[in-house]
């Protein structure tokens, strides 16, 4: 695959807001539970530090958001949240983002990338992360509700930003 990432423009929103509503309807990595508007998808998308699309042959298949984790004091450590869309999974398209994350976390002067929530039926995820050396460092058990109502441990990850 020949993939580019890019900085997100209004354009994506439907391809951003499409693949989003798709992961959280599908209940097993984001936190939140209800899909996006496209209002609410313009507020949120605009207001990250960076969102990077990953495209295609001019198709967007996937996405990122960075901003910082916490507030102050903490502000220095970034997270993120990434997106692919069905069909593509498996392919690569993940490790990009989350490479070009990290890139991207020095360029906007962040110390390191912290996961609060990487739920632990998300193996593709867990091995991703520790693949490019990000640190497990606690879980929170039964801290995710999956869509069948049951409960799943949540992990902590952080890795430094790449300079």
Not at 36 to 61: L, N, R
Not at 72 to 91: D, E, F, L, T, W
Request: aromatic share 12%.
């Amino acid at each position: 695959m020949a993939i580019q990432i890019r900085s997100y423009t209004e354009q994506d929103l439907p391809s951003l807001m499409e693949i989003w509503n798709t992961v959280v309807m599908e209940s097993n990595a984001f936190p939140q539970n209800k899909p996006f508007s496209p209002e609410e998808a313009k507020a949120f998308f605009d207001s990250q530090s960076f969102t990077g699309v990953a495209e295609e042959d001019g198709e967007v298949i996937g996405f990122y958001i960075l901003h910082p984790n916490n507030v102050g004091n903490c502000g220095h450590i970034a997270n993120a949240s990434y997106g692919v869309k069905q069909g593509i999974r498996g392919k690569g398209v993940g490790e990009s983002l989350v490479r070009h994350s990290l890139k991207m976390c020095g360029m906007l002067g962040f110390e390191g990338l912290q996961f609060n929530a990487v739920v632990a039926t998300n193996t593709a995820a867990i091995h991703l992360y520790e693949k490019l050396g990000f640190q497990w460092i606690g879980t929170i058990p039964g801290g995710y509700r999956l869509k069948d109502g049951t409960f799943a441990d949540i992990r902590i990850y952080f890795r430094p930003a790449d300079r």
